[in-house]
């Protein structure tokens, strides 16, 4: 019987195990008769899968699912998981069968020890095939194949692991039980995940075949599939392969890489953040202590952090595999045979960038640029430290080696060698990472605590009332009457709620008003009054030490025009600010009826977006044709819109710059009126307009659309003329309201108040007060005169570059530049040369030298080892030949790796700091005109991201790469050297290399710049946004511009998150063309050594421990590559910078005492802007005596400005020349002329510091001389109240002090330089007429009685006391003459000048 079981299992077993003793049970229980059935059932799987997709295929009429997303079942990552292990275990199972077969070292083969195996693999590939064949072609019925295959290898796998224990495996045959077991559970998790898939979606949903698309797959343009395609396509980065196509075709565009995932959004991990935190803020406020950013990045992002450490785990742990194998093939051949500076820097720069005009007007340019270059030499010290701990690694094993024979008394073998040179391999790259891993967590825990503050500080008072989607009462449709009261005792205490508790719901719902809504929100009040404070006390900020506003009482009628007037300091604007919850309440309350809908707000500096024109006005509000024109009259816009050049949809630029002073505050103010809220703030709009704007705007604007229209509105102003149009007066002074009421009120309840105010009338002049005002005529005319200097400013791009397309028309800001294709030679040469030569040579070369020696030493090992295989010899005789050289070795590897390090260092670290220094120098000198086209969020993207690049990455990628070229190299020496035939085998995968990397650099290069230039987007509209803040809060706006932020950041994600997958792809095709390499060196050097014997063991291992790198220095090689040039798109931005032209800042220095007595002569002058615009002054001629005071005046756009510009050549002439004291202007440098000259500016501006360096940036002034310019300025009481004094504090941008406290720290500046010239361009326009008063007889008659002044004035009062009048009109001067004279001459311009608003 034995015989015939024999001869029926000899072709599959050759012989059997079947015992006789065992009976039938034991025949069906042997090993062969196991492998047959598992052998039979594999194959009959693998036969009718295929016939089943063969027949759903072709033979079947389905529907076809054309969507490119895939759908995914239930358990389908799991699947994939569990199929691979299978695979694995199956290659496991079809080793040990050939290994057993090796072992019985018979002739004949048993097809039972390997040919199951060889079907389960295939049967694993085809099962997974055949499920994702069903997923792709929503076929659920299937799945029944599956399901029945698992149960029946189960079933299978059952006997097999019976009969392995009956056996007793133990030792190396307890490999093949393991291997059994493991197969059993992965078949077990298969069939459960085949019954649940059938159960849900058969059963469950039986008759629904297809599923339904999701929302997000549904959309076009949303290519980032990573979630959406299978797990095999995920791992491989395979769905990126269209974007290395069409990135290898053209240069890639942001619009290429289409929208992102919801769930990579910026809105959607907001939400999500937001709520843990809100979470975790509620649960340490209510046990007393802070919240933790870190528990909740935790908690948010506990899924990824988790299973990312886990695979980095496994990938580790597979690491070793390498050279713990290297032991086991070796002894096989053997048998045979960077804070807080870049902070500071980064602050000092945007201050510098937001000033730059003061700052070229008086010549400070270079000490700023100087105090940025001290705080940058701190920096970059910071930076060399950091990069030399980065450098510093140990990559020498020379101890390690000498020591180990005296320590173990044993003879260096190849095996242990190799294994353990291999496993140190491995340890120097971690530890190569150590000192960035490390200055990482210090910049995440400095960033996390810096968070915490943040989210943990208190909000504005007013942002808990903002309610996105709810803004009436939804049963009566009212607004609804809120009331806030802060009591001092807990307002600390309660106020503090993290900055994301104000947002709401879904951002992309953008706030709209209609008209019927601004209606219905009017009519609908019941209350007497629209606000209303009782006992108010405020201040700015919880750490503020006194409180601003004191004794506050206060009712705002509905529906009528209240003023609120008082001195410079005295509390107007603060008022403001406190009515729109900016200020802390210290104590009282506010009732107000606009707490949902917020109020129409006027800044005193009037804000604008770099949008259009008409988006300015509409500021998210519904296009209303018919009011919008309205508004446009009512505001005098009209003619500025006309000469556009592309009307109302004209580019604005940032912070308005194409506009004056005047166009702005116009266009503020057209904002609040189309808005339609109930309620209108306004911050003294008037002061940047000339009288006859002024009045236009105030009779049409705010007493026609504003008041007839039954709107509160609240104005603040110094234009006293209008105070008899008020229904209510507020006097304001030293913080506390010291009268209101109406006119009448005033002049019978304090006399002596009415009596002043009637003298500051009179003082600023007849012709200003309050007896009506005139036609609308005068109002038209004068903004039909604004038009020249209008078209000066907007149509500098549109005449230099003449756009052919109609969407580019009114297109102010110049796009930003982007390279095309690979960076260019010049950029590396530029680089290059910043290095220094001699440190860029001895960087190439000190790496090559290093590795070279690395390699002799190596081979100076691998004769050790040899040696020590060879037992005549002692292990002394042995150490004494070879230990003493490879010390040597070791020592010269030393040597080299120090110079090595120094000279990157110092070369890259030079490149960094010059190319910086280049650009910040080149910026600072840079014409006026390339600020007002390029946003300062452009230009600080390049101080700050550019800028770190180049500083911190540049510096390493640089040197890894070319540590990675030589170490390449001398992996392919080396391997050459042992096996030349790996020369052969090496070529065709260095050329799919190659290939490989060619198509990445491309595409990766581009998604590098696609994602530098969405980041400028990024940084202007958050600078734009904090620029505007208290005017998006007065609106509610919230909510809108924190959508349009996250929509900038999606677009930068986008281009973002691509250039990491793309980073992952190239991972992927690097590991398996270095698998390659140790496939081929490993059998080949085997193969070398044990067939022909011509290889020794330690050439074996030298070569495994070489190429055992490989995958990972491949990898390393391309990216680094394509890190450099995508690194050095940073230097070419750089580059471009520091390479804009810039002012000629050369001459002839004048005279040490230039200018001694102020004499101007301007001959045949003619200045313009640009080389392609029309000259804004023509032929102007006209001289200015020793000590005379000039009075400038004439309609906006009459070249005012320019004429003063000119004198300190922030504009230049094209012809005739300015002589000042006999001295050429135009041939002497320019810091000399700027800081010999003074100017009051019109836009007052003070730096972050204390007021002694506002005043005295330079420190030559004395504390007395100080203190007497501070009294002429009117400030001395002021400052005197601060307890620093001269030490306090000033906020950036001079946020702490008032627009006309600005204004008059400007004149005390101008009156520290002791100037024989002094220029003043509005320099009075936001302080009361008392105040000017008080500057021009005092300052100007007496502080300046001996200089020469020029006074540009809106205001006709504030230079008829001037000895010479120059009154301008179309860039010429038409009148010149004393103001006696022209008022004399009812002919003259002057004249009817101060007639027309008679």
């Not at 942002?463 to 600390?492: A, G, L, M």
């Not at 003082?763 to 005139?774: H, M, R, V």
Request: aromatic share 12%; charged share 20%.
């Amino acid at each position: 019987m034995a015989t015939e079981d024999e001869n029926r299992w000899s072709w599959f077993c050759h012989e059997t195990n079947i015992s006789s003793e065992a009976g039938d049970y034991g025949a069906y229980m042997t090993e062969c008769t196991v492998n047959f059935a598992a052998f039979l059932l594999h194959l009959l799987f693998v036969i009718i899968a295929c016939l089943v997709l063969i027949w759903r295929r072709w033979c079947c009429v389905f529907r076809n699912v054309t969507s490119p997303y895939l759908i995914k079942w239930p358990g389908h990552n799991t699947r994939w998981v569990l199929s691979f292990m299978l695979m694995v275990l199956a290659f496991a199972s079809l080793g040990e069968g050939f290994l057993t077969e090796a072992a019985r070292k018979e002739p004949s083969p048993q097809l039972q020890f390997y040919l199951p195996a060889c079907l389960l693999l295939i049967a694993s590939i085809i099962s997974v095939l055949y499920y994702q064949l069903a997923e792709n072609w929503k076929s659920p019925g299937l799945l029944w194949l599956l399901l029945a295959y698992w149960f029946f290898c189960i079933v299978i796998n059952v006997m097999r692991i019976t009969h392995l224990l009956q056996e007793n495996m133990a030792g190396s045959d307890a490999a093949i039980l393991w291997i059994a077991v493991l197969m059993l559970v992965s078949y077990i998790l298969l069939l459960v995940l085949e019954v649940h898939l059938v159960t849900h979606k058969i059963w469950r949903i039986r008759g629904k075949q297809y599923d339904t698309l999701s929302s997000e797959s549904n959309n076009d343009d949303m290519w980032y599939t990573e979630n959406c395609v299978s797990f095999l396509y995920c791992i491989t980065f395979w769905w990126m392969n269209w974007l290395f196509k069409l990135g290898f075709q053209r240069p890639l565009e942001i619009t290429d890489l289409g929208s992102l995932p919801k769930n990579h959004r910026a809105e959607h991990l907001y939400e999500i953040f937001k709520v843990d935190f809100q979470k975790e803020l509620e649960y340490k406020t209510s046990i007393g202590k802070s919240p933790s950013v870190w528990k909740v990045f935790l908690r948010v992002f506990k899924g990824e952090i988790f299973w990312a450490g886990i695979i980095r785990l496994i990938y580790e742990l597979m690491c070793l595999v390498g050279p713990l194998a290297l032991n086991g093939v070796v002894a096989y051949v053997i048998a045979y045979g960077e804070e807080k500076n870049s902070d500071e820097r980064l602050k000092q720069s945007n201050e510098m960038l937001q000033g730059i005009k003061l700052l070229k007007m008086y010549g400070w340019e270079e000490m700023f640029c100087k105090a940025i270059e001290a705080v940058r030499k701190l920096e970059m010290s910071s930076i060399f430290s950091y990069n030399g701990c980065y450098s510093f690694n140990c990559k020498f094993c020379g101890p390690v080696f000498t020591s180990y024979p005296y320590i173990t008394g044993t003879n260096l073998e190849p095996n242990t060698t190799f294994a353990a040179l291999s496993l140190m391999n491995l340890l120097l790259e971690p530890m190569y990472f150590v000192p960035m891993v490390t200055s990482l967590l210090v910049n995440t825990f400095v960033g996390v605590r810096r968070f915490e503050a943040f989210f943990a500080a208190p909000e504005t008072e007013r942002s808990h009332e903002i309610h996105w989607t709810e803004y009436f009462d939804k049963d009566k449709k009212k607004p609804t009457n809120h009331v806030h009261q802060k009591k001092r005792q807990n307002y600390f205490a309660n106020e503090k709620t993290p900055i994301l508790h104000a947002n709401g719901t879904d951002y992309e719902s953008v706030l709209s008003q209609t008209d019927q809504e601004a209606t219905l929100l009017t009519r609908g009040l019941k209350c007497t009054y629209a606000l209303k404070i009782v006992n108010g006390y405020f201040m700015w900020g919880s750490d503020s030490s006194a409180s601003i506003l004191k004794n506050i009482n206060l009712e705002i009628p509905y529906g009528e025009l209240t003023m609120v007037v008082g001195g410079v300091g005295s509390g107007k604007s603060s008022l403001l600010s406190a009515i729109l919850g900016e200020m802390t309440t210290l104590k009282g309350s506010i009732t107000d009826s606009s707490s949902s809908t917020g109020v129409a707000f006027g800044a005193q500096k009037a804000w604008l977006m770099n949008a259009t024109l008409r988006d300015n006005v509409l500021f998210g509000i519904t296009y209303n044709k018919g009011r919008y024109r309205k508004v446009i009259d009512a505001c005098a816009l009209e003619q500025d819109i006309s000469i556009l050049p592309a009307g109302d949809m004209t580019e604005i630029g940032e912070k308005g710059i194409n506009l004056s002073g005047g166009q702005k505050q116009r266009v503020s103010v057209a904002r609040t009126m189309y808005s339609n809220k109930p309620i209108v703030l306004l911050d003294d709009p008037l002061s940047a307009l000339d009288v006859n704007v002024g009045g236009y705007l105030f009779r049409k604007g705010i007493m026609g659309r504003l008041r007839k229209a039954n709107r509160t509105v609240v104005l603040v102003t110094h234009q006293l003329q209008y105070l008899q149009q008020a229904e209510k007066i507020i006097v304001m002074e030293e913080g506390q309201i010291t009268f209101q009421g109406n006119f009448d009120d005033m002049a019978r309840s304090d006399p002596g108040l009415y009596q002043k105010w009637q003298q500051d009338v009179i003082a600023a002049t007849d012709s200003e007060l309050s007896d009506g005002l005139s036609g609308a005529g005068s109002g038209e005319d004068s903004a039909a005169d604004e038009r020249a200097l209008l078209r000066r400013r907007v149509t500098e791009s549109v005449l230099k570059s003449q756009p052919e397309q109609k969407s580019s028309k009114g297109k102010l800001i110049q796009t930003e530049e982007l390279e095309r294709g690979s960076v260019s030679a010049d950029t590396y040469l530029y680089y290059a040369r910043n290095m220094g030569m001699f440190w860029a040579i001895s960087f190439l070369f000190a790496y090559m030298l290093l590795e070279a020696f690395n390699v002799a030493r190596n081979f100076w090992l691998s004769d050790w080892a040899e040696a020590g295989l060879d037992q005549n010899r002692t292990v002394g005789g042995i150490n004494q030949q070879y230990v003493g050289s490879y010390i040597g070795f070791a020592s010269a590897c030393f040597v080299l790796a120090m110079v090595m390090i120094t000279s990157s260092l110092c070369s890259t670290w030079n490149a960094a700091n010059v190319v910086y220094l280049r650009m910040l120098r080149n910026i600072t000198r840079a014409p006026n005109r390339f600020f007002d086209t390029t946003p300062i969020g452009r230009i600080l993207n390049r101080f700050s991201s550019d800028t770190q690049i180049i500083d911190t990455k540049l510096i390493i990628t640089l040197g890894s790469l070319v540590y990675c070229i030589w170490n390449f190299v001398f992996i392919l020496i080396v391997n050459s050297i042992i096996t030349p035939i790996f020369i052969a085998e090496v070529i065709p995968i260095v050329a799919m290399n190659v290939v490989i990397a060619v198509y990445f650099i491309r595409s990766s290069r581009e998604l590098q710049r696609l994602d530098s230039v969405t980041r400028s987007p990024v940084f202007a509209h958050f600078s734009e946004t904090l620029g505007g803040l208290t005017t998006l809060r007065a609106y509610r706006e919230q909510k809108r511009f924190f959508g349009t932020l996250l929509k900038r950041i999606d677009t930068n994600n986008t281009a973002f998150l691509y250039l990491q997958a793309a980073y992952g792809w190239l991972g992927l095709q690097m590991s398996i063309c270095g698998g390659f390499i140790v496939l081929f060196v490993g059998l080949t050097t085997i193969l070398q050594a044990t067939i022909f014997g011509n290889l020794d063991s330690s050439s074996v291992g030298l070569a495994l421990s070489y190429v055992l790198m490989v995958s990972y220095r491949l990898f390393n090689l391309v990216r680094f590559a394509a890190d450099t040039e995508m690194q050095m798109n940073p230097v070419e931005r750089v580059q471009y910078y520091a390479d804009v032209p810039t002012e000629n800042y050369g001459g002839k220095e004048p005279p040490s005492d230039w200018p001694s007595r102020g004499a101007i002569q301007i001959e045949h002058v003619s200045v313009r802007y640009d080389e392609s615009l029309p000259p804004v002054l023509q032929d102007v001629t006209v001289c200015v005596q020793p000590g005379e005071k000039v009075g400038i005046c004439g309609r906006t756009g009459s070249g005012k400005s320019s004429l003063t510009l000119s004198l300190l050549r922030i504009i230049e002439t094209f012809k005739g020349k300015i002589m000042i004291d006999g001295e050429n202007i135009g041939l002497m440098p320019l810091t000399t002329l700027r800081q010999r000259l003074s100017i009051i500016p019109q836009d007052p501006i003070l730096f972050t510091g204390t007021i002694r360096t506002n005043l005295d940036p330079t420190r030559s002034k004395s504390d007395q001389e100080l203190w007497n310019a501070l009294e002429i300025a009117q400030l001395k009481s002021i400052v005197s109240e601060f307890d620093l004094r001269l030490d306090t504090l000033v906020s950036e941008g001079g946020e702490n002090f008032s627009v006309g406290q600005r204004q008059l720290f400007c004149l005390a500046r101008a009156f520290l330089r002791n100037s024989r010239v002094l220029i003043m361009d509005e320099a009075t326009a936001s302080i009361d007429y008392s105040t000017v008063y008080a500057v021009t007889a005092k300052v100007v008659a007496s502080a300046f009685k001996d200089k020469t002044v020029l006074t540009i004035a809106h205001r006709v009062s504030t230079i008829l006391e001037s000895d010479t009048i120059w009154v301008l009109s179309d860039g010429e001067i038409v009148e010149c003459d004393s103001p006696e004279k022209l008022l004399a001459t009812e002919s003259s311009e002057f004249y009817s000048m101060v007639q027309a608003n008679k």
